[in-house]
């Protein structure tokens, strides 16, 4: 089934490979450069499910989350965190800040799939 | 004349070179221009004319009369450059007239008699008779090659 | 190499430019971090930029570049909460773990000698800075959570006719789930699981139903859901939980696998896993959340989430768990104050942009050639013609200038390439040397900028190991004994000026006089003018250090860099003050494609002549040229003999001339430091002139580097003076006369 996605990343190599991951699995992706840009790029999609990674300038992940969770209309978006290692601290915070669940990075493309047709259907 | 559909037919550019016919395979020839006068590189071989203009490539051309060692003819109106390709290269042969195009078959080139009378043999690669006149085929590669035949 | 069909090399590649730009800000912020400048967000920029290499890294399997830059991003990450202080010797190791960060990414991307057994010593330092300053705080644990079972039966596979078929056979797992495989294994076992979740499990954006139907991919599920704690509809609300879930599961999956469906939720609701003929309790979760029993009154649940709530049109009272309550963004109004500064950036082939480059080039030919057919015209000088004549002159200047903006980059990556180099060499001669740059955003051609960088580490290196005193020398003269570096770039008219230039002693011209008199470079009774004693420095073989230092003593001198600057159209020139310092001012062309040229004539051929390499011109009189030999004769040029060559002669034009009275000559700079007057007929013009290539395949002239094409359509060659001059110097049997291959 197709998914809207969104994916806010500041490295453009993990933007490019969220896509080269999803648009084979019929996924719709929209992409957003860090937090601010997130918010901005949010505002005209409708997205299914969000990745975003923490690590970000302007606003960081946790902001994202947060601002996205303001939003009425995307209070239950499952929202998928990216991270580099699996740290339990991370995903606490992450997690209180909202999100759904999350991606160990990198990532097998198969398993973002997965993990997105989880949360999202 | 012959089948033209064969695959076996050749097409050649026919042209005058001191008062004999001399021909091209048309495939090789990107297109004929009328001469100018070229600049002239120092310390070329006296069969390198120099480089013109053609539409911003610089072109190097050569008095193909003068690389096939036949005798100096005055400079006609009828001269023109005809310029080919041969690899990634262009290069622009200064003759005294063009002819014609004629389309001929393999059946109909004979190898040219080894006569051993210096470079040009190894440029003219057949012969054919068009119309009872005899017309060398040039062979290219060995033409604008300046490696050798002209060490001497 | 072409990698227009694969998308990964095609995302190699990118990551590795974006890469570039990482570590150029990783260097940008750790320079202010020594300078002292730095704001709460220097060091953020300092963590992103390792972190995403890292990241970047890992995707593609680069380990050596992943185990590097996750340590240092370990400290990094340290410094950022403020756990570690960035003292001066830390900000060292930061910039050598920079540099070395640096040499792995290029080491990924062109192979070449392996810099990963640097990595080591490295990494010994990164981790001393740690146990001096304290390890990171150990993660806290888990909580645990407490669980009640309820029951009631729903079929699952009743609800969900959503396809799964091709989620079930996915090969790759979380590795987390991957445990040991049991022995016998293969039959079906059946668990029973409870679920119930607390608030926050909403609270994320996770849904039960999503969970239930991973887990009915497994295998066989019979679900049973207890709706006794809703309450009634009034009093409902949304996103609290009132159900929970008993499943029965035929499966073969691992226990694991079941848990691993729960990997998101975990803590965020009770689950009890039991397996089949087996005692409950290995994979209990206890609840801690506060027990919420209202009346119960049976409600659908919602099963989609991301649509409208249908009973809910108003925004939803505050949930009753506060802890979790959601907050008004803090960053919210920002965003919508400041727009999303993207820059969009589009790859292009370098050969499209080079064709561009050509393309522009015959379109200026062009222009100037109607613009000489039209002046031959003699038209009205304010008619129509004219007007669109100079409307398109302008039009195709500022085309060009566009096309030639493309192919410029600016100077900063070169520059921080020479902060490197300047660290290195300090530290090999045992200086404390400080590096200042200005103008790094100035664009130059990015051909020229590659072509620089190693003239420019050459006159770095040198500014370290022969412009600057050792620190002892600096504090007798009384400077500071750290020693300044300062490299700057500007446009100045149409061209680039970079200059390297040190605080150190100055050039030391009697030692230099007398080295090149020792070496035989010139007449023991030369006597030359400060500033042409300085120019001695690029005469070949010259050297100045005493001792052969490991930095200089690479067999390349001044004489090379200056050779380098010259193929690139530029020149460069030297100031020196006893006691303050040297300047080495380097000018270049915007472009390698066109070219600041004199237009001359020699028995009636015009040729172009690059300017950069005429220092003046010469009008002789008869009695300033003597004969040394037939054929070989000498101007006198304020006091100096310079040979002359005569130009139509070299080039085999005429014969050479007899007398030279009024003879115009141009005075050319040798790529040896030495001069030539160059005879020639007329100067017609200087401008700036389209460089095209010859192709060389069959015959390359001696002394012509290239050709341009005029205004009037024909071809000019573009001289190699220096081949020139080199062949005149050659005794006539030996010069290089006719077809080279």
């Given at each position: ?121 | ?36 006068r070229a600049t002239p590189l120092p310390h ?6 120099g480089v013109?203009n053609?539409?911003?490539?610089v ?94 | ?360 080039g015959?379109?200026v030919i062009?222009q100037a050639m109607?613009s000489q057919s039209?002046e031959d ?16 002159q302008?039009?195709?200047r ?94 100045r008219s149409g061209r ?70 010259q193929a690139l159209g530029g020149r460069i020139a ?13 000018s270049l062309p915007l472009t390698l494609a066109v070219l600041d040229g004199m237009v001359i004539d020699t028995a009636g051929e015009t040729l172009v002549v690059p300017l950069n390499l005429v220092v003046e011109t010469l009008t002789f009189c008869a009695e300033d040229v003597s ?5 070989q004769h000498v101007v006198r040029v304020r006091?100096a003999f310079v040979p002359v060559v005569d130009l139509g002669a070299e080039l085999g034009y005429r014969p050479p001339l007899s007398n030279f009275e009024g003879a115009v000559a141009l005075l050319i700079a040798h790529e040896?430091?030495s001069r030539a007057a160059l005879l020639i007929d007329n100067i017609l013009d200087q401008r700036q002139v389209v460089i095209k290539?010859l ?6 002239a001696p002394g012509i580097a290239a050709a341009t094409i005029l205004g009037d359509g024909q071809i000019a060659l573009i001289l190699d003076p220096s081949d020139i001059i080199n062949n005149a110097a ?12």
């Amino acid at each position: 089934m197709s998914l809207n996605i969104l994916a806010v990343d500041d490295s453009r190599t993990m933007r490019d490979m969220i896509r080269l991951a999803l648009q084979p699995a019929g996924f719709t992706v929209h992409t957003a450069d860090d937090g601010l840009h997130g918010i901005d790029v949010l505002d005209g999609i409708e997205p299914d499910a969000i990745i975003t990674d923490i690590n970000m300038p302007r606003m960081d992940g946790f902001g994202f989350i947060d601002a996205v969770r303001g939003q009425e209309q995307h209070r239950a978006t499952p929202i998928l965190v990216l991270t580099t290692e699996a740290a339990p601290e991370l995903k606490a915070r992450a997690r209180e800040a909202g999100a759904t669940g999350w991606i160990v990075k990198p990532f097998d493309p198969a398993k973002l799939v997965k993990a997105l047709q989880m949360v999202a259907g | 004349m012959s089948d033209q559909d064969s695959p076996t037919t050749i097409e050649l550019l026919t042209f005058q070179l001191a008062g004999q016919e001399y021909s091209l395979d048309i495939m090789s020839v990107r297109e004929i221009r009328s001469w100018t006068r070229a600049t002239p590189l120092p310390h070329a071989p006296a069969c390198m004319r120099g480089v013109i203009n053609l539409r911003g490539t610089v072109l190097p051309v050569m008095d193909l009369g003068e690389r096939l060692g036949l005798p100096p003819r005055a400079q006609s109106d009828r001269a023109v450059i005809i310029v080919v390709t041969h690899g990634e290269s262009m290069t622009g042969l200064l003759v005294d007239a063009v002819s014609d195009i004629i389309a001929l078959t393999r059946d109909d080139l004979q190898p040219p008699p080894d006569m051993a009378n210096g470079a040009t043999t190894g440029m003219v690669s057949a012969l054919t008779l068009i119309d009872e006149r005899m017309v060398r085929v040039l062979d290219l590669a060995a033409t604008v090659s300046l490696e050798e035949g002209l060490a001497a | 190499m072409s990698t227009e069909n694969d998308p990964m090399a095609e995302i190699r590649a990118s990551f590795f430019i974006e890469c570039e730009e990482l570590l150029e800000a990783l260097q940008d912020s750790l320079q202010i971090m020594d300078d002292g400048a730095e704001d709460g967000e220097t060091i953020n920029v300092v963590f992103r930029a390792v972190h995403s290499i890292k990241g970047g890294a890992g995707a593609f399997g680069l380990d050596a570049l992943v185990r590097f830059a996750h340590r240092y991003e370990t400290v990094m990450d340290e410094v950022r909460t403020g756990r570690m202080e960035a003292d001066v010797a830390a900000l060292k190791v930061f910039f050598q773990c920079a540099d070395h960060l640096s040499d792995l990414v290029r080491h990924s991307r062109d192979g070449g000698a392996d810099p990963a057994e640097q990595s080591a010593a490295l990494l010994t330092r990164l981790d001393a800075l740690l146990g001096e300053e304290g390890g990171s705080a150990e993660p806290e644990p888990e909580p645990e959570i407490e669980f009640q079972p309820t029951g009631l039966t729903l079929d699952l596979a009743a609800l969900d006719d959503a396809p799964m078929g091709d989620l079930s056979d996915l090969p790759d797992l979380p590795p987390l789930d991957r445990l040991p495989d049991l022995p016998a294994l293969s039959g079906v076992k059946t668990y029973t699981l409870h679920f119930a979740p607390e608030p926050e499990l909403f609270e994320t954006g996770n849904e039960p139903f999503m969970l239930l139907r991973a887990l009915q991919e497994l295998g066989t599920a019979h679900v049973t859901c207890d709706t006794s704690r809703l309450p009634a509809q009034k009093d409902l609300i949304p996103e609290q939980p009132y159900l929970s879930w008993t499943i029965e599961l035929e499966t073969e999956a691992e226990e694991s696998e079941i848990l691993s469906v729960f990997e998101f939720v975990e803590g965020l609701c009770s689950l009890k896993l039991t397996g089949a003929g087996e005692d409950a309790g290995s994979s209990e979760l206890p609840d801690l959340s506060p027990e919420i029993l209202p009346a119960a009154s049976p409600t659908p649940e919602p099963l989609k989430q991301a649509e409208p709530e249908p009973v809910s049109p108003a925004p939803p009272p505050a949930p009753t768990t506060p802890a979790i309550a959601p907050k008004a963004p803090p960053a919210k109004a920002a965003a919508a104050n400041t727009p999303a500064a993207v820059k969009s950036v589009v790859r292009v082939d370098l050969d499209r942009i080079e064709r561009l480059v050509n393309l522009v080039g015959e379109l200026v030919i062009n222009q100037a050639m109607l613009s000489q057919s039209l002046e031959d015209a003699n038209l009205p000088p304010h008619g129509d013609a004219i007007s669109g004549l100079e409307e398109f002159q302008r039009l195709t200047r500022d085309i060009q200038d566009s096309v030639m903006m493309i192919r410029a980059q600016p100077v900063k990556s070169l520059f921080q390439r020479m902060s490197r180099i300047i660290r290195e060499a300090s530290a090999a001669v045992d200086k404390d040397v400080r590096l200042h740059t200005e103008g790094e955003a100035t664009e130059v051609d990015k051909t020229v900028i590659e072509r620089l960088a190693d003239p420019l580490t050459h006159m770095i290196r040198n500014a370290v190991d022969h412009g600057l005193e050792t620190p002892a020398d600096r504090i007798a003269a009384g400077k500071p004994s750290e020693g300044q570096v300062k490299l700057t770039a500007a446009h100045r008219s149409g061209r680039v000026i970079i200059e390297v230039s040190d605080d150190g002693a100055g050039i030391n011209r009697p030692r230099v006089l007398q080295i090149a008199i020792d070496k035989g470079l010139i007449p023991a009774d030369s006597q030359l003018s400060d500033s042409e004693i300085d120019n001695l420095l690029f005469l070949p073989g010259f050297s100045t250090a005493s001792t052969v230092s490991d930095l200089s003593g690479r067999g390349v001198g001044m004489d090379v860099v200056r050779t380098a600057i010259q193929a690139l159209g530029g020149r460069i020139a030297i100031t020196s003050t006893p006691g303050k310092g040297t300047i080495f001012s380097i000018s270049l062309p915007l472009t390698l494609a066109v070219l600041d040229g004199m237009v001359i004539d020699t028995a009636g051929e015009t040729l172009v002549v690059p300017l950069n390499l005429v220092v003046e011109t010469l009008t002789f009189c008869a009695e300033d040229v003597s004969m040394i030999r037939p054929g070989q004769h000498v101007v006198r040029v304020r006091g100096a003999f310079v040979p002359v060559v005569d130009l139509g002669a070299e080039l085999g034009y005429r014969p050479p001339l007899s007398n030279f009275e009024g003879a115009v000559a141009l005075l050319i700079a040798h790529e040896n430091g030495s001069r030539a007057a160059l005879l020639i007929d007329n100067i017609l013009d200087q401008r700036q002139v389209v460089i095209k290539g010859l192709d060389d395949g069959f015959f390359r002239a001696p002394g012509i580097a290239a050709a341009t094409i005029l205004g009037d359509g024909q071809i000019a060659l573009i001289l190699d003076p220096s081949d020139i001059i080199n062949n005149a110097a050659q005794p006539p049997q030996e010069r290089l006369v006719g077809a080279s291959a």
